[in-house]
DNA sequence: TCGGTTAAGTGAAGCGGTTCAGAACATCCT
DNA sequence: AGGATGTTCTGAACCGCTTCACTTAACCGA
């Protein structure tokens, strides 16, 4: 590997083409030179095959063309989908994703976060973070965050991309109070450990509301934890009739354990999902979830990021994604 | 963002110290100075939050710490399953990954390849490549390849974890005609151009030992397209009674087009996966597959790449991964 | 004709580390 | 005692690019 093959430089161009090095540096990016001499430069450069060294430039520059993206865990089949989604965005846009999970620890992300801000990324996409942790509106202050799923306090992040998790939580306990169910778990991922997410209070009032008897407990994106989860929640006694999960992945781990206790679903256990995966359609049954628009959320996140990277104009913007619940199999009316 | 934080640099460090920036240098990296100032100069830069910039380290010492993930398409689940874990895994031993994926087009992988070299990647981690193609192991010549699933030829990559296909294609195949099948479509990824891989070619031998009519057909990752193409296979009059697929993420497709079809699996038709993916289980009806150590293989495959970027012996390493078949419910006894 | 602009290009100083050659000093051996 | 050897640390030269301050030359209007 590397063997002793000189890397061409810029001065090699520089060289070659008659021109001092900061001239080059200039005609490559169209800049403060002739168009004839940027025409020039740029075919000797194509001639000697002459490519930028982005670490060089990166630190003369003080922009690495990089993006952090830190999710909670990448067990979950959607942070899957979404850090793909973002690396293909953010390389049509000529930056490059680090990507990294916490593997589910809400502490271990700081420290990731930290990291990737050390490592000089441009900037940071963080998927679901605790929004009552003040780290983060600190974090924001020496790297352009955008922050996907919770809301950052203080004039922090340079942009958000949120679920409406409260019509979210609203649509799926009266989907499943309308089928009769009026005892239901909620299982969400491992979040703050205060335990004041929004989400838990949006069930909390909306429970009270609709007079449910709802038990939220913590479970793991990881399928198999998930599912360990799952059998406790369905083996104890009082077991709920409705399972709504915070996302498809755990709702599959619900699917495993249900399997195990040889209850079926939906007949003595209704599921619903949230972010509704593309496999979860082929689950048995299917599985009934809530749809966004992943595509136009990375669109806008990365968006938001790059631009501003590039300075501009830094009003913080907010994206509010609606839910949208794709009724299928899994939820049925309550046997009596 | 960036606001005028000075960072805290080397030299800053050197003069709260009392020594040179060289001495520190050594210092932090726990080389050449006496314990007693390594020590010294370890509690002045954490006092002072010292992180040495990594850019300015990558530019000097012509290390960046990042190793290159390409793999041919993220779409494929198992792929994303494989880059997460390879992530988790540089990230354990202090490397970052880029992770790319070339959207299911064998050029872009290689423009994208390039392009990681390109970034000054350390080393580079191939997903299923052409291995006929002359240019990879032209570009190991200048990057750290570890390649998984094909073997490059020549003395290129500094490792290979490659699939015993020819195996896994054997008990697919003896597994199908045990069963009674007699006629049988085969979705591959799309490849090499030149069609002649050596899984195809397993397939043809052993098709022709078995005296089975089998089809190859190529079928993208995308759950849609391959949707599409197992729509095609399946609604053509000579309809295969079953069908093995390279990927669970295209038998996914598979169950999606015998659904839209009302084709019942197994009753009308038997599906094969390859990857044995977590969710794979839960299908309608569970899916056969055959499953590898994923984790095994992420970890021997960053094991090579790191230890070819420390220098270390360079003799190249190959390991095999044996499939193991996981016989589920998406295969039966052919009806007559 | 001449000062004032403007456009095009240059030189050199960084960016923040690493590393090589050598200095300074202590230690060892004969 | 004196050269050989070793250890610890320093100075300075990079790594390859960007960018600021400045020079040169061309052009302009009065």
Chains 1, 2 share one sequence.
């Not at 992040?157 to 499943?176: I, K, P, Q, S, Y």
Request: hydrophobic share 40%.
């Amino acid at each position: 590997m590397s063997p002793p093959v000189k890397r061409t430089t810029i001065r090699d161009v520089a060289d070659a083409a008659g021109v001092s090095p900061a001239a080059v540096s200039y005609a490559l990016r169209g800049i403060q030179v002739s168009e004839e001499t940027q025409e020039r430069v740029r075919r000797v450069a194509s001639d000697l095959g002459y490519e930028a060294n982005p670490i060089a430039r990166a630190l003369a520059s003080g922009r690495t063309g990089m993006v952090g993206i830190l999710g909670p865990s990448l067990e979950d089949l959607w942070q899957q989908r979404l850090v793909a989604e973002a690396g293909r965005v953010l390389l049509a846009h000529e930056h490059y994703a680090l990507i990294l999970d916490a593997g589910g620890d809400p502490m271990r992300q700081r420290v990731l976060a930290t990291q990737l801000r050390d490592q000089q990324v441009d900037g940071l996409i963080l998927s679901p973070v605790d929004p009552s942790d003040a780290f983060w509106s600190e974090l924001a202050e020496s790297v352009a965050i955008v922050s996907i799923g919770d809301a950052l306090p203080g004039r922090g992040a340079v942009g958000e991309v949120l679920f409406d998790n409260r019509t979210g939580v609203r649509n799926a306990l009266e989907h499943l109070h309308a089928l009769g169910h009026r005892r239901i778990a909620v299982l969400r991922p491992p979040g703050s450990p205060t335990n004041d997410r929004p989400a838990e209070i949006y069930v909390g009032a909306e429970a009270e509301r609709l007079e449910l008897d709802v038990d939220v407990v913590s479970a793991p994106y990881e399928l198999q934890k998930a599912t360990d989860v799952a059998r406790t929640v369905l083996a104890g006694t009082g077991r709920p009739s409705a399972v709504f999960c915070f996302s498809d992945s755990i709702a599959y781990g619900v699917y495993a354990a249900a399997r195990e206790l040889e209850l079926r679903i939906p007949g003595d256990l209704s599921v619903i999902g949230y972010d509704d995966h593309p496999v979860s359609i082929l689950l048995a049954p299917p599985l009934t979830s809530f749809s966004w628009d992943t595509e136009r959320l990375v669109d806008v996140a990365v968006g938001m990021v790059l631009s501003a990277i590039d300075g501009h104009p830094r009003r913080r913007r907010r994206v509010v994604i609606e839910p949208n619940l794709r009724e299928r199999a899994s939820t049925a009316r309550r046997r009596r």
